[in-house]
């Protein structure tokens, strides 16, 4: 650190430097952790273990939720709740040192409060995420090279497209609203901080507490039954599935206390002038999707808790020689799984509104228009779960309503490209690398979007339910649509976050790898299902041999692609050249601090008095903030990290 | 533009587009992006029409044929809205790109906010074209729901990991005053289709939930414990297909296929008199296009 540090000791670190908490780490959670994780199994063995019917689901779970309780005890989660029930709560010294000061790199090990830090922890756990869902599907696109292949046996691969597709839904949750709703958005709106510091710290430590037992998974048998778990086969799992809901269990609480500290966050946080009218679109979606997410999230909290009682207390809510139903397992887990697919795209959406707004030298198309889009696709996303059960045979006499709320969908998802397409119109399109995955986005979106509407027709869909068609179909639009407009947010946003501009040269290599790597794949996927081919099958009819072959090819140059990006990205936030604070002379707040930001993010307090879209305009209508009056308050004035 | 009427009404449209620019250049993008979207509406609703039912297989019933002419009629409806997309996309790359250095930001674009009439069209056809995509499917799906009076009963019952077929001893009176008998009750592994008798097949399952979709039927419903669900339809091409399972059922989910065959009734009435011994008389298989 910088001649400030020996200042910040003194005050930070000096007289409490020794207190316990302050000890607390990653190491510390991890330490624990596993120590009340291996105390649970113990006790478990000697006590339950021996009931023959759930002995070994008991231990598993009491492992589990041993090693998620002690891991977040060990990191801090629960240190303010502590302290303040024994009467004294943090003083201003804490504060600071929860917030990470003069702790240096550090800090990212830490229970840090620092919007910013949780923002770059985010963006760090994402990357691992996608390389650990990455390199599972390279082995299903191994395996799937050939039709009698032999390389996965049929249980390692059930095990791995299962945990493949849950690992990629928890990072595609977290992709945007973890990383740019943290690092970026507060500042967008001109906040100091989150509204729930601590909150935010906590959303984090308890998602990574969340990735172990779905790794564990792979060494208690493997989960069977795909991500959807549909009971009763998931019931007759072994272990793992026990594994598999703790992990979502523990999701849903990070989650969940994301979504409420995003929506706080801009009810209550927002600059002098901020209005809502003003905000940006990026701050409306990461709303629109949070609070989607609150609605979403608790239907799979509900499910996983029933699931597990199925399996570890005998229970029989989806088990239908004891009363129970599998389709209450289907409704359930949809009234969750629909909405939440929008919990993933509308913030990618938002980002990607920004992008082509900043690229193209314009205002975003119908400002007003793409917000009722997006909460219309929200407001829609809630009554349209039933489309994933036209072929179960659960209320056929409800399929024409699903399939009329779910072709409604088309109509707001349209204007959100016809937004998309208004800004490009007449814009002057600088293309930037970011501006690439914004083109691609929108290719891959409409393939995504179009063979959406056939799935929602029930006679066609009929004939694609569980076919390679609805995968390709929902790699076209979580991939190819949230993944790649994320994606053109992280290189919009990475010169702010990491202080360094992004190698675009290397960065064009890994775009026209993953695009061409991605349309092959998907588009030879499409190709199986039209001819009949099932999905999640281990082995197939020699049939389909050719498109998978290819389709197979594909997938390894797009995650070639995928890890020359990632190249790019970690070679550039190592010694790329220095950003300057706006390398793209965009309008929005987060532009107009320093990089890197400073603690508490202005160094004089902003007043909004236009949208950040004054492109083109005149005077002072382009302005979207004056910066003038003086912080009253920061907890430490002037202190940069 | 042929009436001055056309040109004056024409023009206030385009300002309202492009405010403030000059009125030449931007017909001149509208022309560029028309020109675009025309290429590739043309393109998509060829592909359409005669993509598809190259890569379809051929079906062996109306539900087959119905799936495959939504994917043709979807496809031209789509057409033009994707082409849209994709026109302004590219005019934009090919046309308006900014081509200076790339390291400095180009001059602003015209500070448009929206516009009241682009985006009313865009709603009201986006609208119209998914009333008329509600209607499609809704009439094709009610079609569907024709209970023939008389039909082949087959019960199909899923288990870890094979598809058994049972036919409950009936008679199944046909169109022309013929029947078809079914002497005795009859359990079998393989599916056996008398072609253009309506069949109803009752589907469940002794374990987990699977999926009865024999495929080039165009129909599929769940197998679920505990549940008895119906499909029906009406095989009316000969030809051989695969009964697969659509859903995940765990370890050997993916081998858990039928051989199924739609053949000549009077051929389906011999071989069920003989006890449904042996293969009946092969057909070609509809995999391979080959119908009756
Ligand atoms: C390198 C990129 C990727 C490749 C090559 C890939 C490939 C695959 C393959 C081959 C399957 C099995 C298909 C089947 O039999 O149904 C699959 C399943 C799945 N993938 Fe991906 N995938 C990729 C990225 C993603 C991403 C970014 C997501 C984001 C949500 C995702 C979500 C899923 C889901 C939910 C499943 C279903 C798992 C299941 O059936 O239970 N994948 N993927
Ligand atoms: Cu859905
Ligand atoms: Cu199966």
Known sequence: MTATQPLLEDTVLGPKAGRLYRRQSFATGLGLGILLGAIGWFIAQNTIQ?????????????????????????????????????????????ELYAAGVGQGKARYWKYCTDHKVVGTQYLILVFILFFVGGTLAMMIRTQLLTPNSTFLSPQTYNAIVSIHGMCMIIATIIMVSGPFANFIMPIM??????????????????????????????????????????????????????????????????????????????????????????????????????????????????????????????????????????????????????????????????????????????????????????????????????????????????????????????????????????????????????????????????????????????????????????TAHFHYTLLGGAMIAATAGLCYWFPKVTGRMLDEKIGKWAFWMIAIGFQVTYLAQFYEGFKGMPRRVANYDPLFAPENLISSLGAFLLMAGWVVLLYALVSSWRHGEIAPANPWSAKSLEWHTETPVPLENFLQDPKVINDPYGYGASGAEQVHAVFGHHSHHTIEEGVKQ | MSSDHQEVSNDSVLDDLAPGLDRSLHRQYIRGIFVLWFIMTVLGVLAGLYLTPILMPHMNSPEGRAAVKTVIVFTVAAAPVAALVCAVALYSLLHTRHRGSLDHPPADGPPLRGNALASGVWLITSTLLVVFLLFWGLTEWSAQQVVHADSLTINVIGQQWIWDYNLPAQTVRLPGGRELKIPKELALSKLNLPVDVPVTFNVTSKDVTHGFWPVNLGIQVDANPGQRTVIRTVPDRLGKFVVRCSQLCGLNHAYMYTQAQVVPDQDFQAWVQGGARGPILAVASSQNGSTK
């Open chain 1, 189 to 470: 709106i001109g906040a100091k901080d989150m509204a729930f510091p601590r909150l935010n710290a906590m959303s984090f430590w308890v998602v990574v507490s969340a990735v172990p037992p779905l790794l564990a998974t792979f060494f208690v048998g493997g989960v069977n039954a795909g991500w959807t778990t549909y009971a009763p086969l998931s019931v007759q799992d072994g272990p793992a599935m026990i594994c598999f809901a703790i992990t979502i269990i523990t999701f849903v609480v990070s989650v969940t206390v994301a979504g409420i500290n995003t929506i706080v966050t801009v009810l209550t946080m927002r600059a002098e002038g901020m209005t809502f009218a003003r905000m940006p679109i990026f701050v409306w979606a990461s709303v629109i999707g949070g609070g989607l997410g609150l609605y979403a999230m608790p239907a799979f909290l509900l499910a996983m808790t029933m699931m597990v009682a199925d399996k570890a207390t005998g229970t029989s809510f989806f088990v239908a020689d004891q009363g129970g139903s599998g389709w209450l397992w289907e409704n359930v887990f949809w009234i969750m799984g629909h909405p939440e697919v929008y919990v993933i795209l509308i913030p990618p959406v938002g980002a990607l509104l920004e992008v082509m707004s900043t690229f193209s030298r314009k205002p975003v198309f119908a400002y007003k228009l793409a917000i009722g889009a997006m909460t219309g696709v929200a407001g829609l996303s809630i009554m349209v779960w039933a489309h994933h059960m036209f072929t179960t045979g659960w209320a056929p006499d409800l399929a024409g309503p699903f399939m009329l709320t779910t072709e409604l969908i088309s109509i707001p998802t349209g204007i959100i490209f016809l937004c998309a397409i208004g800004t490009l119109w007449r814009g002057s399109n600088w293309v930037r690398l970011p501006m690439y995955f914004g083109f691609l986005f929108l290719w891959n979106f409409i393939i995504g979007g179009v063979t959406g509407i056939y799935l929602s027709d029930v006679p066609a869909d009929n004939y694609f339910h569980g076919n390679m068609f609805v």
């Open chain 1, 50 to 94: 021996s009931n023959e019917n759930f002995g070994s689901d008991m231990t598993v779970a009491v492992t589990m939720a041993g090693w998620v309780i002690g891991f977040n005890i060990g990191i801090g989660t629960f240190n303010a709740v502590i302290r303040w029930m024994l009467g004294h709560d943090q003083d201003k010294d804490d």
